[in-house]
């Protein structure tokens, strides 16, 4: 048996502590910030403490918008980013199961080009293809449409790999006895296969709704309209050139409702969020 | 790996594959292809005419002082964030490991930055930092530091490493976790009875044993520090001052928004296309060893 000494346990207690106040700070700061008004944070003299702001800046930032940067309430943005998150969440899972499923589960001319075609994507982030998608984009006219917004990036080598993998467990037997019901591979697939796909669909959903939700190259170059604009995308343009003119506490009250929907989605459903992030990274 | 027991159509699994591989080759090849063309491609000054050059764009890029600087930023930039991340995030991992009360309520308090967007996370910490408001700049100002980072590249770099480094621990602190439960007990056990202190068991045993999942994190820390840290980077300093925290990425972002030099944007975007591949090489190598081992 190891020795436990009540020391060391102090020890670990204490780095974990400094660890959250650390991690936590910065949210608790902004928090606070969001119910003062702009004098208290512009003198730099805010308080650790709320102020009395929060109703008044929470309903101004949601229903109003800023007064000099960018005017669009940020409702909107938050709509914006919902839709951008559940399309690329939902689109990446439905095109993934389907091609994984032609992969697995059938034999054709080309399957394995198409394999590779689909693996190779790993290596072509959009971030080395910036203005080359962007301009296939505008020549489709997809230029400030949802569709534009999400399209390319519902395709990717990762939930496809991890659909395959999970199909290569299930054991061949449910095929057979499938068929000796007479069962076609569309009844198989919604019958069978799709029911014990749950839990990975689940996990995969965790992972892409954050990852769409956190887009930021992408919607800023295909948003043009302040009235498509995404949430993070919005409190970066809330950051006025001029210091002075930027209303920190509306920012902060932002950034709270920016990050609130994707932080209860983890910690919501920790372990799915553990399982998919465990998982898709294999 | 293949299935025994398969399904014969001919067309269903074409038609099931085929959204797929349509969004593929228009997001995905039609674009790389071109970006790959257009860097061997200079243009002139109003759009009229193009000339085939070869590799005239990359070699202007390297001939220019500032195509180096920006590729040393992101050097240091990516490995002070690796770095920094990792080491934190292992010392939390250990402690976390041990097992205390509440460890499951620490687990929950360290991860979820994860699911903070970058630029959010940079918005927060230059909200403490900002040197006309920030809390913390005020203190570090009264006790005689001084703090500037819009003016002082070096400050600017510690902006970005540290909003980046927060943001990474969390995925960091998961993974190392995970991989020190791994890790069978009775071997640690058996270290302690030949009389192993904590520190030696640490180094000798739970380290090595640890390096599959530490060499991954290095992996996707580069990447990570590379690629997603563009909102941080563009809502905190957008590059400046002076250039001091420009990396690659955001310097393709940043030139070909401008949009005067195609050419020599597309350049750069293929040299990141070659860095992504061989990190993905290297990434896969290491899967495979886990495998066998």
């Not at chain 2, 038609?15 to 243009?43: D, K």
């Not at chain 2, 900002?130 to 070096?154: E, F, H, Q, T, V």
């Not at chain 2, 400050?155 to 943001?167: E, F, G, P």
């Amino acid at each position: 048996m190891i020795e436990r000494s009540h020391l060391g346990n102090v020890l670990a207690h204490l780095i974990l502590i400094i660890g959250v106040v650390i991690i936590c700070f910065p949210v608790y700061v902004a928090v606070i910030g969001s119910t003062h008004d702009a004098t208290t944070i512009a003198n730099g003299n805010m308080p650790l403490v709320p102020g009395g702001h929060f109703l008044e800046n929470y309903y101004r930032i949601l229903f109003e918008g800023t007064k000099s940067t960018t005017r669009e309430p940020v409702a909107t943005m938050l709509l914006n980013s919902l839709i951008m998150a559940m399309m690329i969440a939902v689109g990446k899972i439905a095109i993934s199961l389907l091609s994984a499923y032609a992969i697995v589960y059938f034999r054709f001319r080309f399957r394995m080009v198409a394999f590779w075609v689909i693996f190779i994507t790993l290596m072509l982030p959009v971030e080395v293809r910036i203005y080359p998608t962007y301009k296939v984009i505008a020549d489709l006219h997809m230029l400030d449409t949802y569709t534009g917004l999400t399209l390319p990036l519902i395709a990717s080598a990762t939930a496809t790999l991890l659909f395959r993998q999970f199909f290569m467990t299930v054991p061949d037997e449910l095929v057979e006895a499938s068929k000796i019901d007479g069962a076609g591979p569309v009844k198989f697939f919604f019958d069978t296969l799709l029911p014990l796909s749950r839990t990975t669909m689940a996990a995969l959903f965790v992972i892409l709704f954050i990852y769409g939700w956190n887009q930021y190259l992408w919607p800023i170059l295909i948003t043009t309209r302040d009235d498509m604009q995404t949430i993070v995308i919005g409190i970066k343009k809330m950051l006025a050139v001029v210091d002075a003119l930027t209303e920190w506490q509306l920012v902060m009250a932002t950034a709270v409702l920016a990050m609130l929907p994707p932080v209860v989605v983890v910690v919501a459903m920790q372990n799915l969020f553990i399982k998919g992030l465990t998982e898709t990274e294999k | 790996m293949e299935k025994r027991a398969i399904f014969s159509n001919r067309f269903l699994p074409l038609a099931l594959i085929a959204p797929q591989i349509l969004i593929t080759l228009v997001f995905f090849y039609w674009p790389a292809i071109q970006a790959v063309w257009q860097s061997f491609l200079i243009e002139d000054a109003f759009g009229l005419s193009t000339e085939f050059v070869w590799f005239e764009n990359y070699q202007l890029l390297f001939t220019k002082a500032h195509y180096f600087r920006t590729f040393t930023t992101t050097m240091l930039f990516s490995f002070l964030v690796a770095f920094l991340s990792l080491t934190i995030s292992l010392l939390l991992a250990v402690q976390a490991d041990k097992s205390i009360k509440g460890a499951g309520v620490y687990r929950t308090l360290l991860i979820w930055p994860y699911a903070v967007a970058p630029a959010v996370a940079g918005v927060l910490w230059i909200f403490m930092l900002n040197p006309s408001l920030g809390m913390i700049a005020k203190a570090m100002r009264s006790a005689g530091i001084d703090w500037n980072p819009l003016l002082n590249g070096g400050d600017a770099m510690t902006l970005v490493v540290i909003a980046s480094v927060w943001k990474q621990i969390s995925y960091n602190f998961l993974f190392f976790l995970a991989g020190l439960q791994a890790i069978p007990k009775s071997v640690i056990e058996a270290a302690a009875i030949d009389g192993a202190g904590s520190a030696r068991r640490f180094w000798t045993i739970i380290f090595p044993l640890l390096s599959p999942t530490t060499f991954f994190l290095v992996v996707v820390n580069i990447v990570y520090a590379f690629f997603d840290t563009l909102g941080v980077i563009d809502s905190m300093t957008q590059g400046g001052p002076a250039k001091a925290t420009e990396t690659l990425v955001y310097r393709v972002f940043a030139d070909g928004r401008l949009g005067s030099d195609l050419g020599g944007s597309a350049a750069q975007s293929v040299i990141l296309m070659f860095i992504v591949v061989g990190l993905t090489a290297i990434q896969f190598k290491y899967i495979e060893r886990k495998v066998e081992y």
